[in-house]
């Protein structure tokens, strides 16, 4: 039997026929690994350049997959216009954004020795602002489609739902970083406003869609095998707006007057630690269930990228715990969840790289693409 490239695609032509938005999760899964090392509270040898490593692979990523998806719509125009009315990948259309911010955040915090800091500096912004733009788009538009085009069973809520919500987070967490290259006054103080309403926009618009889930589960139980790694798409916004809100905090303490400047920073530490604690029982429940279903048979698919950023988001949001407070509880647990987000790395990306590889990824994805425009 041959086993070399692509083998497994019938028709070769069909290579890019499913390249959707949730490729890109890939990106956000990979560029979270170098970012959440440049952000713990701890430093062994070699992890600079571990970091700069999983970053530069990270860029290449997203050129590749960017690449594949211009690919993607010239040569299958009616799928790529497909996705937005399709009830389940159209949510997924909010990984490009978060893509694109993964990367621009890294270019700061972990690419600066490479491109200096003026390129770092415009690599980031460059990349927030796209990813912003994009991001702020899908949150409007994929509800938009849900609420007017979508037909929704009772029993359809899952983690992707969050998906076209969370980029606005994304961009308050990583907006904060270009704050202190803005000129003092009016464009610090106008950023953090922004970056504070897109941190309010996700959080409320997270509870409402992380209630359904729960709803969904205790109503109609786990579901799909392979829809089960979503339910860690959850820890997602509890660790981004952890994160943000350290950041944005940090910021504001400097750039805004009392009392409000130090107000948002304590809220860093009063709001993160209780959404830190929701974050460790909703991570207990994901790995209950996905051990039950790996025990039933859990079929690998680009769902599994959801064991990767989430918790990413959690060691950075634990981090910023960890250095505003000091306490050493929140270093340990840092450390202990960036190893897991290492391993869990490291599989997802070598069984997608093989999947891809023997083209198996490309002709399961294939199958399930839409064939008509709605």
Excluded at 222 to 237: D, F, K, S
């Amino acid at each position: 039997m041959e086993r070399g490239f692509l083998h497994a695609l019938e028709d070769r032509r069909l290579a890019f026929a499913a390249i959707g938005p949730n490729w890109y999760a890939s990106v956000m899964g990979t560029g979270i690994v170098a970012n959440a090392a440049a952000t713990l509270p701890v430093r062994v040898p070699g992890q600079g350049v571990f970091a700069e490593v999983v970053w530069c692979l990270a860029t290449a990523l997203l050129l590749l997959v960017s690449a594949a998806t211009v690919v993607h719509w010239v040569r299958h125009p009616d799928t790529a216009r497909g996705w937005l009315a399709h009830p389940i990948m159209s949510h997924f259309y909010g990984a490009p954004a978060m893509a694109l911010m993964t990367v621009g955040a890294g270019a700061l915090l972990v690419a600066t020795p490479l491109l200096g800091t003026t390129a770092a500096v415009w690599t980031s912004a460059a990349l927030w602002t796209a990813g912003t733009a994009l991001g702020l788009w899908t949150a409007v538009a994929v509800p938009y489609q849900a609420f007017t085009r979508h037909r929704v069973e009772p029993a359809s809520a899952f983690g992707g739902w969050l998906m076209p919500v969370v980029p606005p987070m994304v961009s308050a967490a990583t907006g904060a970083l270009l704050v202190a290259h803005l000129p003092v006054g009016q464009w610090r103080s106008s950023m953090l406003v922004a970056c504070y309403a897109m941190f309010g926009l996700t959080l409320l618009a997270s509870l409402v869609v992380i209630t359904q889930i729960w709803n969904r589960l205790l109503h109609h139980k786990v579901g799909a095998a392979a829809a089960v790694p979503t339910l860690w798409i959850v820890l997602g916004p509890l660790g981004q707006s952890i994160t943000a809100a350290n950041n944005l905090g940090t910021q504001a303490a400097n750039d805004l007057p009392a009392p409000y400047g130090p107000a948002l920073q304590a809220l860093g530490v009063v709001f993160g630690v209780p959404v830190w604690g929701f974050a460790l029982m909703w991570a207990a429940l994901a790995v209950a269930i996905t051990m039950r279903t790996v025990r039933a048979g859990m079929p690998f698919s680009l769902t599994w990228w959801s064991f990767t950023f989430p918790v990413g988001t959690v060691v950075t949001g634990t981090s910023g715990l960890a250095a505003h407070t000091g306490s050493d509880l929140l270093v340990v647990a840092a450390v202990v969840f960036y190893v897991g987000l290492l391993l869990a790395w490291a599989v997802v990306a070598v069984r997608t790289a093989r999947g891809v590889w023997s083209g198996q990824l490309l002709a399961t994805a294939a199958a399930a693409r839409p064939t008509t425009l709605r």
